[in-house]
């Protein structure tokens, strides 16, 4: 089944250590998107990729950032971890209204929950 | 600007009771409308998604929305709730630009079904 896959589910670093996260999808999607989850909160949008164009949002701290080196992986990098950090990190894709079909949703892969220590 | 609320943050129904979240939207056009659901420590699901037409959508797992233009609404309903319905449900509204599908989530409902 088409799918987005994200790696590992469960990540622990520490402090200040970088750490990455990944992400791959076979929806063949050209889009993808990167949130992070805090507990009990609404998934808050990082940055996306529009193929390979990149777009940050306007809030999203310097400490994080993203890759994709093609169009079936996409890696957030978190360059300083802090305590603050931790959370769960959900990818997800969508498709160019360009392909036609369901463009408007996005399909989202099961998150990796970041530890900081 | 656009966004979503969800009234209620936590809701406790009894398994084989009636059910509606409610979610209100606020957006200049046309809105795209969806119902994701969040089991623990798991992705977001689809449930269902209102793009345009009839106002009554018919979802995944018994679940339907209701798209209601004058009251900026688009609650979700199940006529029967079951023990494996209790999760976080969010409901976002979409915007689609030329850099993708812009998502805004309300802060969700956390679903908890009683035996």
């Known amino acids: 089944d088409a799918m987005v896959i994200q790696n590992p589910r469960y990540q622990v670093t520490q402090f200040g250590k970088p750490v990455t996260l990944s992400c791959s999808q076979t929806?063949?999607?050209?889009?993808m998107y990167w949130y992070q989850q805090k507990s009990s909160q609404a998934p808050k949008l990082l940055f996306h990729?529009?193929?390979?164009?990149?777009?940050n949002e306007a809030d999203t701290p310097d400490n994080f950032q993203s890759r994709r080196p093609n169009t079936s992986f996409c890696f957030l990098d978190i360059r300083s971890p802090g305590l603050g950090d931790a959370a769960m990190y959900l990818c997800?894709?969508?498709?160019?209204?360009?392909?036609?079909?369901?463009?408007?949703?996005?399909?989202f892969g099961p998150g990796t929950r970041l530890t900081v220590l | 600007a656009q966004s979503v609320t969800q009234p209620d943050i936590h809701i406790t129904v009894s398994e084989g009771a009636s059910l509606e979240l409610r979610c209100n939207y606020s957006?200049?056009?046309?809105?795209?409308l969806f119902w994701y659901v969040q089991s623990p420590g798991q992705g977001l699901q689809l449930l269902l998604k209102?793009?345009?037409?009839?106002?009554l959508v018919q979802g995944i797992k018994g679940f339907e929305a209701e798209f209601k233009r004058s009251q900026s609404s688009f609650n979700l309903r199940k006529p029967s709730v079951h023990w494996s319905d209790a999760a976080e449900y969010f409901c976002?509204?979409?915007?689609?630009?030329?850099?993708?599908?812009?998502?805004?989530f309300g802060t969700g409902t956390s679903l908890t079904v009683i035996p």
């Open positions: 997800a894709t969508s498709r160019d209204r360009r392909a036609g079909g369901p463009y408007n949703e996005q399909f």
């Open positions: 929806l063949n999607h050209n889009v």
């Open positions: 990729y529009y193929d390979k164009d990149f777009n």
């Open positions: 957006y200049g056009a046309t809105p795209y």
């Open positions: 209102y793009f345009s037409g009839d106002t």
């Open positions: 976002a509204v979409g915007r689609t630009s030329n850099t993708g599908n812009q998502f805004y």
